[in-house]
């Protein structure tokens, strides 16, 4: 706060420690963005919902959208409204900028699976705009920290609490993926992804290599929720490759429609396809502590025919 030279009392908005938004403003929010949502994937047109996504969810809807349009310029034959329903908002209590929130939501798409969103923005003057969408089981999520008005607790990126902090969560995540380690817990996106690839990188004809990055800056910033247990809810972003090398006399399996669409280059004897991908983490509060992977969520954005 500042005292201006009248008397008057000048408030921060960016060091005040306030709700990210109100819960009808949440409602709206998610309103907004189911609407656009249909529009463009009604019309495989991503100028339509470009406002209301960001991060790691507008690359993946972007380039979806992208190959969509190149296979069906009419428009999607298939598209189904998104409806969803039974919304939980989280809406944590911060001081500085972005403000944000998450939804947790039923959904008509993905079976039984919930809709978890994290909406951002960084400006009042700006809309809000997803930027993580993860699927999980109803009933995964963790019970939250909150104050005795509902607020819950945002987790600073570099809190030293925990076993891995938020800001690290991706470049640790993407070491795992390459070498391994005692950082995570066994799971599908752990373990298992790792087997699965061990077995793929080699079969006849044809080796299949792996590149993993983290992906930190900008709307792709991890954001944390503090949990009932004093841990934190992660969401975060990793960046990967997958190149496909086919030996002399062989050649690279033949793409799908969707990959053909986001490629450049004629594929001779190798592909590389560019994929971003969001995650959910369950991080503990106890230093040498295990990360568990609970959801996450990755979509192709661009390949490389060589």
Not at 52 to 61: F, Q
Not at 144 to 154: K, N, Q, T
Not at 199 to 208: A, C, F, R, Y
């Amino acid at each position: 706060m500042s005292l201006t030279a009248s008397g008057c009392v000048v408030v921060h908005g960016e060091r005040e420690v306030l709700p990210s938004a109100t819960r009808a403003e949440a409602a709206k929010a998610l309103e907004q963005f189911t609407a656009a949502y249909n529009e463009a994937d009604a019309a495989y047109d991503g100028s339509l919902d470009a406002e209301h996504t960001t991060g790691a969810l507008g690359a993946i809807d972007a380039a979806r959208l992208k190959a969509g349009k190149a296979n069906n310029p009419g428009g999607n034959p298939q598209h189904t409204p998104l409806v969803l329903s039974d919304v939980t908002y989280t809406i944590p209590k911060k001081a500085g900028w972005p403000r944000w929130f998450v939804a947790d939501a039923k959904s008509n798409k993905g079976g039984s699976a919930r809709w978890v969103l994290v909406f951002t923005r960084d400006d009042l003057s700006e809309p809000w705009q997803a930027a993580y969408l993860t699927l999980v089981a109803p009933g995964a999520l963790p019970e939250f920290s909150e104050d005795a008005d509902g607020w819950a607790r945002d987790v600073p990126a570099d809190a030293p609490e925990l076993a891995v902090p938020p800001r690290d969560m991706s470049k640790e995540y993407a070491t795992y993926l390459k070498s391994g380690g005692d950082t995570f817990k066994d799971g599908a996106y752990t373990t298992t992804l790792r087997t699965t690839r061990a077995k793929n990188s080699t079969k006849p004809g044809l080796v299949q290599q792996y590149i993993d990055e983290s992906l930190t800056d900008g709307d792709f910033a991890p954001l944390a929720l503090r949990t009932a247990d004093g841990g934190a809810l992660v969401f975060f972003s990793t960046h990967h490759y997958v190149k496909q090398t086919a030996a002399a006399g062989a050649s690279v399996p033949a793409p799908n429609q969707s990959v053909r669409a986001l490629t450049t280059g004629e594929i001779k004897q190798s592909l590389t396809m560019e994929f971003v991908a969001n995650g959910i983490a369950l991080d503990p509060a106890t230093v040498g502590g295990k990360v568990t992977v609970l959801s996450r969520l990755e979509g192709l954005t661009g390949a490389k025919g060589e």
